[in-house]
């Protein structure tokens, strides 16, 4: 009997640990950030797709159009021109993980206590998320709290990341339509760079 609890406990853990973020997934998002000292909100809607490690693709849609692309070798940042007429301009830079890339990475560690972060739960079954010293000043993020759908942690239920900054700001990132394992072309995460563009390097 107490052979068979510890197999089911082991098995959780893996669980937790192993299969909470996909090597891929695609989600519609609105983020959120939130001054600590105005108290003031300003947003942003969009798609995001995410293939591990490190490569993600944001396409916002208000309130302005932008795309930033991000693999393992570079960065894209685009921006369109206002009128059509004008060229818009894309920054190309060698790879740099966003805040948010290093976050996806670092979460299929998953929703146990590891030598990267102490989880604690609620009674709400949310999940707070607080990060060793060295990976917060590599991430920029102090802690953050995953709120679920039903109260079942699982990725698919995942609602709300809100995520506490060192700058003292708070981003909170709402998802919906959450689509696990979709398939990406081999390219996805390359900007194609539209004619009539400004390149900045």
């Given amino acids: 009997m107490a052979k068979s609890i510890l197999i089911?406990?082991?098995f959780i853990n893996q669980i937790y640990a192993a299969a909470f973020i996909p090597d891929r997934f695609s989600a519609s998002f609105e983020q959120v950030y939130k001054s600590a000292l105005?108290?003031?909100?300003k947003r942003?809607?969009?798609?995001?797709?995410?293939?591990?490690?490190?490569?993600?693709?944001?396409?916002?849609?208000s309130p302005e159009s932008l795309t930033y692309v991000s693999n393992e070798r570079k960065t894209w940042y685009y921006t369109p021109a206002f009128i059509e007429s004008e060229p818009g301009q894309?920054?190309?830079?060698?790879?740099?993980k966003n805040e948010l890339t290093k976050f996806?990475?670092?979460l299929r560690k998953g929703?146990?206590?590891?030598?990267?972060y102490k989880v604690t739960k609620n009674k709400e079954s949310n999940y707070f998320?607080?990060?060793?010293k060295d990976i917060s000043k590599d991430l920029g993020i102090v802690s953050a709290k995953l709120v679920f759908k039903d109260g079942k942690p699982l990725f698919k239920n995942l609602k709300t990341v809100e995520m506490v900054l060192d700058s003292k700001k708070v981003k909170r990132l709402e998802l919906s339509k959450i689509i696990e394992g979709?398939?990406?072309s081999k390219d996805h995460f390359v900007f194609e760079i539209p004619k009539n563009t400004k390149i900045n390097r």
Avoid: C, H, W
């Fill in 38 to 41: 105005t108290g003031k909100e």
């Fill in 44 to 61: 942003s809607k969009g798609m995001m797709d995410y293939s591990y490690p490190g490569s993600i693709r944001l396409e916002t849609s």
């Fill in 104 to 106: 996806l990475d670092i």
């Fill in 129 to 132: 998320l607080t990060f060793t």
């Fill in 90 to 96: 894309v920054t190309i830079q060698e790879a740099t």
């Fill in 8 to 10: 089911s406990l082991l």
């Fill in 111 to 116: 929703l146990l206590t590891n030598k990267l």
């Fill in 182 to 184: 979709p398939k990406f």
